[in-house]
């Protein structure tokens, strides 16, 4: 593991405000909604004497770009004005440790070196630039390094841009992440600005004195339904010295956070994030229960008549109870209607005629019938032992009629138990005249005995 040091030409180093956006995942798809997000990111940079940071993923398939979007991006970064830093995301790379990856073309497209891709661990500007790495180890590696470099300087490492999973933050509002890096991973300190997860937030820990605060910057469109009701945007940052007393810091940029020229207030805790821009680009997205839907609808005034458009939007305003920056759902964007399996007829037809009246006005709409939940093939299972739930498993699985009296389950548990004694982490056990075959992979046998 190394870190890089590159030279940075004035272009670079002497930019105060930086304005930072992530994971666009162009495809064919979403061709159109991304350019109109590169443009306003460009006209926001140039409005304000900004350079831009990019944190990964914006290719959306990895190892594979089609012709078309490769062609519109190349055309739009082709005209780009302003300097620009590109960390590398893992849609983004092909090789598992990130040599070859899809940004070569958009910096190759870029007039007089304009955007410099980040592929590797890299101290550039005060910071530490991390791009994805699906091995921790080589992360907590990068890190040390950084953390001795700034040592030796007598400083300490404060501010990290990376890609990364980190334990805690959510995916998406379903989901919350458990595996990656955890907060402890980071100096304490340190302020770290992340890719990946197409959720703004901040996660945070430390203590009073010394805190991590991770945030990340999250998707500029809603890309899924998982993002609705997420408020996009880019962050803002001014760069060490960008608030100095008696002039720019032009001239040498240093390697690390802590040497700055005198900033206003004293504070030289090096990039700071100094506000966000609120976006409004693409299809928006809408869940809405069908019974909810057609409760309210039947409560209009017009409920004996096919609902208007009118109806509908402010139908899907009220039960989803939350309010949105531009409304209702309009022209292109997106609506899911779900159905319960025991919805009533009436029901279902009240949704389909709202389906009907939003698709007219250019909404895309799906009506999701969910099937009625099965009943549970083990009742408790989640709070079994392991032997229990194996044990459990075969006598609900087995075939009286053809049973040979044998007790396979207590068979299985004994070579569960051989299996624990001599150290084994798995066991197979199969039997050719058993329908309730048990099949038991990669079990730890401290759990089961």
Same mark, same amino acid.
């Given at each position: 593991?190394?870190?890089?040091?590159?030279?940075?030409?004035?272009?670079?180093?002497?930019?105060?405000?930086?304005?930072?956006? #992530?994971?666009?995942?162009?495809?064919?798809?979403?061709?159109?909604?991304?350019?109109?997000?590169?443009?306003?990111?460009?006209?926001?940079?140039?409005?304000?004497?900004?350079?831009?940071?990019?944190?990964?993923?914006?290719?959306?398939?990895?190892?594979? /770009?089609?012709?078309?979007? &490769?062609?519109?991006?190349?055309?739009? &970064?082709?005209?780009?004005?302003?300097?620009?830093?590109?960390?590398?995301?893992?849609?983004?790379?092909?090789? /598992?440790?990130?040599?070859?990856?899809?940004?070569?073309?958009?910096?190759?497209?870029?007039?007089?070196?304009? /955007?410099?891709?980040?592929?590797?661990?890299?101290?550039?500007?005060?910071?530490?630039?991390?791009?994805?790495?699906?091995?921790?180890?080589?992360?907590?590696?990068?890190?040390?390094?950084?953390?001795?470099?700034?040592?030796?300087?007598?400083?300490?490492?404060?501010?990290?841009?990376?890609?990364?999973?980190?334990?805690?933050?959510?995916?998406?509002?379903?989901?919350?992440?458990?595996?990656?890096?955890?907060?402890?991973?980071?100096?304490?300190?340190?302020?770290?600005?992340?890719?990946?997860?197409?959720?703004?937030?901040?996660?945070?820990?430390?203590?009073?004195?010394?805190?991590?605060?991770?945030?990340?910057?999250?998707?500029?469109?809603?890309?899924?339904?998982?993002?609705?009701?997420?408020?996009?945007?880019?962050?803002?940052?001014?760069?060490?010295?960008?608030?100095?007393?008696?002039?720019?810091?032009?001239?040498?940029?240093?390697?690390?956070?802590?040497?700055?020229?005198?900033?206003?207030?004293?504070?030289?805790?090096?990039?700071?994030?100094?506000?966000?821009?609120?976006?409004? /680009?693409? =299809? $928006?997205?809408?869940?809405?229960?069908?019974?909810?839907?057609?409760?309210?609808?039947?409560?209009?005034?017009?409920?004996?008549?096919?609902?208007?458009?009118?109806?509908?939007?402010?139908?899907?305003?009220?039960?989803?109870?939350?309010?949105?920056?531009?409304?209702?759902?309009?022209?292109?964007?997106?609506?899911?209607?779900?159905?319960?399996?025991?919805?009533?007829?009436?029901?279902?037809?009240?949704?389909?005629?709202?389906?009907?009246? &939003?698709?007219?006005?250019?909404?895309?709409?799906?009506?999701? $019938?969910?099937?009625?939940?099965? =009943?549970?093939?083990?009742?408790?299972?989640?709070?079994?032992?392991?032997?229990?739930?194996?044990?459990?498993?075969?006598?609900?699985?087995?075939?009286?009629?053809?049973?040979?009296?044998?007790?396979?389950?207590?068979?299985?548990?004994?070579?569960?138990?051989?299996?624990?004694?001599?150290?084994?982490?798995?066991?197979?056990?199969?039997?050719?005249?058993?329908?309730?075959?048990?099949?038991?992979?990669?079990? #730890?046998?401290?759990?089961?005995?």
């Amino acid at each position: 593991m190394r870190l890089r040091r590159p030279r940075v030409s004035a272009r670079f180093r002497d930019v105060r405000t930086w304005i930072a956006f #992530s994971d666009l995942h162009l495809t064919t798809a979403s061709q159109s909604v991304a350019m109109q997000v590169l443009d306003r990111v460009h006209a926001e940079a140039v409005a304000r004497d900004a350079g831009v940071i990019f944190l990964g993923d914006f290719w959306h398939h990895r190892g594979k /770009i089609p012709v078309e979007p &490769l062609n519109a991006a190349v055309e739009k &970064l082709a005209l780009w004005r302003r300097p620009t830093i590109m960390l590398t995301g893992n849609h983004d790379q092909v090789t /598992i440790g990130g040599e070859v990856h899809a940004l070569t073309a958009l910096a190759a497209a870029a007039p007089h070196g304009m /955007i410099r891709v980040v592929a590797e661990p890299t101290l550039l500007l005060g910071a530490l630039w991390l791009p994805y790495r699906r091995h921790q180890d080589d992360i907590n590696q990068a890190i040390a390094l950084a953390q001795r470099e700034a040592s030796r300087r007598g400083d300490q490492l404060r501010t990290i841009f990376c890609h990364a999973d980190i334990q805690g933050a959510q995916f998406n509002n379903a989901y919350q992440a458990t595996l990656g890096l955890p907060l402890s991973a980071f100096p304490s300190g340190t302020d770290v600005w992340s890719g990946h997860y197409h959720m703004p937030q901040v996660i945070e820990g430390g203590d009073a004195q010394t805190p991590v605060r991770v945030e990340y910057v999250g998707s500029p469109v809603e890309l899924s339904f998982a993002e609705e009701h997420q408020q996009k945007r880019m962050l803002l940052f001014s760069t060490p010295g960008g608030e100095a007393r008696g002039g720019t810091n032009r001239g040498r940029t240093p390697l690390l956070a802590g040497h700055t020229t005198t900033e206003v207030g004293g504070d030289h805790r090096g990039w700071r994030r100094t506000g966000e821009v609120a976006l409004h /680009i693409g =299809p $928006r997205h809408f869940s809405i229960e069908g019974d909810a839907l057609a409760q309210w609808l039947s409560e209009s005034p017009t409920q004996h008549q096919t609902p208007t458009v009118d109806a509908v939007l402010a139908a899907i305003e009220s039960v989803a109870g939350k309010s949105r920056p531009r409304g209702g759902p309009a022209s292109g964007d997106r609506v899911r209607i779900l159905l319960d399996g025991t919805a009533s007829a009436e029901t279902e037809t009240a949704c389909e005629l709202a389906a009907d009246g &939003l698709r007219s006005s250019g909404v895309a709409v799906q009506v999701i $019938r969910r099937p009625a939940p099965a =009943p549970a093939r083990i009742e408790g299972s989640s709070t079994m032992s392991a032997p229990a739930l194996l044990d459990a498993y075969y006598h609900a699985a087995r075939d009286p009629s053809r049973d040979s009296g044998e007790d396979y389950s207590q068979a299985a548990q004994n070579m569960l138990r051989d299996a624990g004694r001599t150290g084994g982490s798995a066991i197979t056990f199969a039997h050719k005249t058993d329908p309730a075959s048990l099949v038991i992979i990669g079990v #730890s046998m401290d759990q089961l005995i």
